[in-house]
């Protein structure tokens, strides 16, 4: 009996984990109708999980019929070393190119000795990316902070 217990617990949790990885694919109408009412998004972060993630939920929106005027990430911390040439992220970056704009933090890079020229194409450098943030939510940019 306790063997059956314990089998049962392992496949709740394993369908809790897979819920969890593969995250929200269909939203409901509600939500598609709330998202079209201001199509443009900004988010800032500093890892690469979020640059992943946020990259997905672009997906996401495209998949579920929300409309996408302009979609930008600002990039600042630790993660801009991982945004250059003959990266895992320029690799992924590749699908988003022209669709997706990325804006680098220049102190960012200076502070973690990152030079231009070492950057994927496809890439805008941003004085400060606050007053970056700053000014997409000055041009009413749905935000949101990783």
Not at 27 to 49: H, N
Not at 110 to 132: C, H, M, N, Q, Y
């Amino acid at each position: 009996m306790s063997n059956i217990f314990k089998i049962v617990l392992i496949v709740i949790v394993m369908a809790t984990t897979v819920t969890v990885v593969h995250g929200q694919k269909k939203l409901d109408q509600q939500t598609v109708t709330d998202l079209q009412k201001t199509p443009k998004y900004g988010f800032i972060l500093t890892t690469e999980r979020h640059f992943k993630g946020v990259l997905s939920m672009y997906d996401l929106l495209i998949e579920n019929g929300v409309s996408i005027e302009n979609y930008e990430i600002v990039v600042k911390g630790k993660v801009v070393t991982q945004l250059v040439k003959n990266s895992e992220l320029e690799k992924l970056f590749q699908k988003y190119k022209g669709k997706v704009k990325v804006s680098v933090c220049s102190v960012a890079m200076e502070k973690l000795g990152v030079a231009e020229d070492t950057l994927f194409d496809g890439l805008t450098i941003t004085p400060t990316a606050s007053v970056r943030m700053l000014q997409l939510q000055a041009n009413g940019y749905n935000t949101l902070t990783y």
